[in-house]
């Protein structure tokens, strides 16, 4: 799959650079997550790192494709803020290191097939320390039967995210949306804190 990142990032406009997520805005503007260090987890466009960081964040974002790296680079620029850009891999980290005070991940989870989900999940959690918010979304719904075969690791099944998080985060589902009659079929914002035991 990276080469098809690498390419999309690098020769086109991605029909996901629609510019930074509703739910990261309503949540920035409510006084819900205020100004703190943060990471977004597969940067992408850059759209959401760029929206922090003029929002007073202290902002890096991790992608594996060089193409999104170079690209959000671009685009910070364009925009006048300072992001710190990494290139990395979000089941094998090897140059990002935490704790950061909040993390945002919007569709790379849901883009890895269940076991690179598992190492995903061992690496990102020595990025947080207590307290740390996680702002999740992802594609979820049951897949149907003729959906399981070729797109089982485009969308998480509804409990995952908390089968997967729970054990670590108090975890509030912010918005979901599930309707059968469209295609991907469903979707999941969390809002997740982690909690002070782990």
């Known amino acids: 799959m990276k080469w098809f990142y690498e390419l999309v990032y690098g020769r086109f406009r991605?029909?996901?650079?629609?510019?930074?997520?509703?739910?990261l805005v309503e949540l920035v503007e409510a006084g819900r997550i205020k100004p703190c260090k943060a990471i977004d987890l597969g940067?992408?466009?850059?759209?959401?790192?760029?929206f922090l960081a003029q929002r007073g964040f202290d902002v890096t974002g991790v992608d594996f494709a060089a193409a999104?790296?170079?690209?959000?680079?671009?685009?910070?620029?364009?925009?006048?803020?300072?992001?710190?850009?990494?290139?990395?891999?979000?089941?094998?980290?090897?140059?990002?290191?935490?704790p950061f005070d909040l993390l945002v991940d919007y569709g790379t989870l849901d883009d890895l097939t269940p076991p690179?989900?598992?190492?995903?999940?061992?690496?990102?959690?020595p990025l947080t320390r207590p307290g740390s918010r996680f702002v999740l979304y992802c594609f979820e719904w049951e897949p149907r039967w003729?959906?399981?075969?070729?797109?089982?690791?485009?969308?998480?099944?509804?409990?995952?995210i908390e089968r997967r998080?729970?054990?670590?985060?108090?975890?509030?589902?912010?918005?979901?949306?599930?309707?059968?009659?469209?295609?991907p079929a469903g979707q999941a914002v969390y809002l997740m804190t982690k909690l002070r035991k782990n």
């Open 14 to 23: 991605a029909p996901w650079d629609i510019g930074p997520r509703k739910e």
């Open 43 to 50: 940067s992408g466009t850059a759209s959401n790192v760029v």
């Open 68 to 98: 999104a790296v170079e690209l959000g680079r671009k685009r910070a620029a364009e925009a006048g803020v300072t992001v710190n850009f990494i290139q990395d891999d979000l089941t094998n980290l090897r140059h990002v290191s935490g």
């Open 116 to 125: 690179n989900r598992d190492l995903y999940l061992q690496n990102v959690l």
């Open 146 to 160: 003729w959906e399981r075969p070729f797109f089982h690791n485009m969308a998480c099944e509804p409990g995952e």
């Open 165 to 183: 998080f729970g054990p670590h985060f108090d975890i509030e589902c912010y918005m979901r949306n599930t309707d059968y009659s469209q295609w």
